[in-house]
Structures are given as C-alpha cells and as structure tokens.
C-alpha cells in the first residue's frame, strides 16, 4: 500500500452511472466494472467508503417538478439510493470483497443502522462501507451526504466518479470551446456556480478542508491511478 497517496477515501458514485447504456435502472456490467476497479486497491488495503445516488431510480427533484411534495419525493429518493447500495454490495462480494450496507434510515432487515463509531471499525477491518439513503432527510442531496460522511469518518479525500473527466468552465458536451481545470479553489467553484457538487456540500468540504477529486468513471484503472495521486481529471482544493 506504500504507493498510494491516499489509505481511506469515500468514492461518490452517481446513480446514473450504473444505468451504463440503458434509460433507467442497473447494467450488472456497469457493477462489475466498478467492482474491478475498486478490488486491486482493497486487496492492497485501502479503507473504501461509498456513497451512490439514488437518480437512475428516483429523483425527489424531478417528483416535486411534476407535483409531487418534495419532502416525499426526496424520501423515495433515499430509499432508491439504498437499491444500488445493496446492488453494488452482492457486486462487490462476488468479487470477493467484505462489504457493509450502513443506512441513514433503520431498515434493520436489509442493512445496518448507521453509527460513525462502527463504521469508522468496518473501513478498520478492510470492509468497504457504503453508506445508504443520504442523510437520511429530505432537501439534502448524496453530494452532501458524501461530503457529510468523509468528514464524519475522517477520509483524506473525497473521489467523485461521473460520466465527465474533470471540471470545466463550461459544459464540455455542448461547448467545444470549454475549459478543463486541473486544480480549482473551492470559492470559485461557488462563486462561478460550477455544478461539481450542489453548494452545500461544496462549502461543507471547504469548511473542513476536505479535497474534492472529479474523474471520468470510465477511465482505465482510473481509482488506483486516482489514489496514487496521478494528476487526473480535477482536484478542487483550498
């Protein structure tokens, strides 16, 4: 493990990243992807944690556009979030890996209650962890929850995986004039209004000095060569 930069990360995953090429739900290809990915660096003893949205399910957005109450829709949103979680556990323990489902919301049937204590000892004993159903309230998205979390159990950095290989100043698939960032402040990440992560999970990470690192899902090897520090896609930092 001694050329990783990083020994604990939370990776956030979008929940349309695991609908690969279909409209809506889970491609098993894209799960044993990830799970691919992820195994060299847990075989070499990584503490992983995981935070996946919930969008290629549910969106509460999208339900309070179409009148839905918000509050409700954002509820079945989290309980999506806890569909990929336990997709992305069988995913990772056919490929051998010990793996943990800790939810905000008790569901004591299909995963456990979420305690930072244990599941600081889970990420300790080599168990990757996924957290599940955000916050566990409405109003709040899994780009907060996952900044929440790696604060809360102390990761070094905060990896999100998305369809896109950086930030840019503009957005890359309709503008071929964008500009890509390698590094970026987190107060111009805010005051340019870039859709990294939503605000509040922004701030929270400048707040506790807790490094963003955006990448292309898709890129070979791209978490271990993410954890050993390579400059890939971009590093929002203070």
């Known amino acids: 493990m001694s050329d990783y930069k990083y020994k604990r990360v939370l990776l956030k995953l979008s929940g349309e990243a695991l609908m690969g ?4 739900g889970i491609d098993p290809v894209v799960l044993k992807k990830i799970a691919s990915d992820i195994r060299p660096a847990y075989e070499d003893g990584v503490q992983i944690a995981v935070v996946v949205g919930g969008g290629n399910i549910f969106r509460g957005l999208s339900g309070a556009a179409a009148g839905m109450d918000r509050a409700q829709g954002d509820n079945m949103g989290m309980l999506a979030t806890v ?12 490929a051998g890996m ?8 008790e569901m004591h049937q299909v995963s456990e209650t979420y305690i930072r204590r244990r599941a600081i000892r889970h990420l300790e004993k080599g168990r990757i962890t996924i957290f599940a159903a955000g916050t566990g309230n ?32 503009a957005d890359p698939v309709t503008n071929s004039d964008a ?22 999970a922004t701030a929270l990470c400048k707040d506790n ?16 060569r993410a954890l050993r520090g390579e400059a890939i896609g971009t590093t929002v930092v203070e």
């Not at 090429?21 to 809506?24: A, E, L, T, V």
């Not at 010990?98 to 919301?105: F, K, L, T, Y």
């Not at 500009?179 to 509040?200: C, G, P, Q, W």
């Open 138 to 169: 409405p109003y709040f998205t899994t780009d907060t929850a996952a900044a929440l979390r790696a604060c809360e159990i102390g990761a070094e950095v905060l990896m999100k995986a998305t369809k896109v290989d950086g930030i840019y100043d």
């Open 83 to 94: 569909i990929n979680s336990l997709a992305l556990q069988d995913s990772f323990e056919h």
């Open 209 to 224: 000095h807790m490094p963003i690192m955006v990448f292309d899902l898709d890129g070979d090897q791209i978490f271990e």
């Open 21 to 24: 090429s279909k409209n809506f």
């Open 98 to 105: 010990h793996c943990r489902v800790m939810s905000a919301i």
């Open 179 to 200: 500009k890509k960032f390698d590094t970026i402040s987190y107060a111009e990440v805010l005051s340019r209004n870039l859709h990294v992560m939503d605000a509040t």
